[in-house]
């Protein structure tokens, strides 16, 4: 699983939509939107939005190294 779909079921989990996930982060819905759907890849995010990302869904940015390292 890619962390795009991590991203989205760890959010549709907690009842957020892709809005509500851009704005707690501070980041443009259509950004939200690419990381969702493995067009932005993780490794090309700045370290600061990915534990922005992992904070707000609260989940341990870790996960992602394995893709990051590809």
């Known amino acids: 699983m890619n962390a795009g779909a991590i991203i989205r079921l760890r959010r549709k989990s907690m009842g957020l939509s892709q809005k509500d996930l851009s704005i707690k982060i501070g980041m443009s819905l259509k950004k939200v939107s690419r990381i969702e759907n493995h067009?932005?890849?993780?490794?090309?995010?700045?370290?600061?939005?990915?534990?922005k990302i992992a904070k707000v869904l609260k989940f341990n940015p870790?996960?992602?190294?394995?893709?990051?390292?590809?």
Do not use: A, D, R
Request: aromatic share 14%.
């Open 39 to 51: 067009e932005e890849e993780i490794k090309k995010m700045q370290l600061e939005e990915i534990l």
């Open 62 to 70: 870790y996960i992602f190294w394995e893709e990051v390292l590809k």
